[in-house]
Each structure stands twice: as C-alpha cells, then as structure tokens.
C-alpha cells in the first residue's frame, strides 16, 4: 500500500489565494480515481526552499492524501503536470510513502 502527498499552494506568486473551487476538483478528481482522499485544508503548512540565487522563499501549502495499491508513476506524472498548469507553479510536490496499513 502506498500513500500518496499532494502539496498545494494557497497563493499564487502575487499573493492571490487560489479560489476554493480549485481545490474542490482536486478533490473530486482524487475521490473519483481512488475512492476517497483526506485534504488538510484547515491549518496550512509552511514550506520553505532556496531558489537558484539562494533567496530563501516561503508559501503556504494545503496537503491532499490518498492511498493506493501501486503507484501509477505515468498518470502521476501526467497529473503533477496538470496541476502545475492549474495553480501556475514551476513545481508541484508530489510524493509516495510504502506505508502498512494496521
């Protein structure tokens, strides 16, 4: 079993928030495909990086969950992709655990 991570900015790179409807259809999209999913909406995380010019840059990120029994590393992919489109990021973090379910 594999749980999966889905980091999703709150703001846009002017300091917009992203409107709800957004992260609705991530939602829906990930029910639809695996049969369920836990967002975090409620208490944002903090992530912090340094870009290539060694600034140190902050957002504010929601986490999306899902389990699976495999990772589809090319839907993923496919996805990842689609969802940098849509929040308009260089980069969306996506992650998979080997995790035992007890």
């Known amino acids: 079993m594999h749980l999966i991570q889905l980091f999703l900015p709150l703001y ?14 991530v939602r829906g999209e990930l029910t ?26 902050r957002d ?3 986490l999306f969950e899902v389990m699976a ?3 589809d590393h ?3 992919a496919t ?4 969802l940098e489109q849509r929040f308009r990021q260089d980069e969306v973090l996506i992650r998979a655990s080997a995790v035992e379910r007890l």
Do not use: M
């Open 74 to 76: 090319g839907w993923w």
């Open 12 to 25: 846009d790179n002017e300091g917009e928030a992203f409107p709800k409807n957004l992260y609705d259809t």
């Open 79 to 82: 996805y990842r992709e689609a």
């Open 60 to 62: 504010e990120v929601v």
């Open 32 to 57: 639809d495909r695996f049969g369920g999913v836990t967002a975090f909406l409620r208490a944002p995380a903090v992530g912090a990086w340094e870009d290539d010019g060694g600034a140190v840059q």
């Open 69 to 71: 029994p495999h990772v």
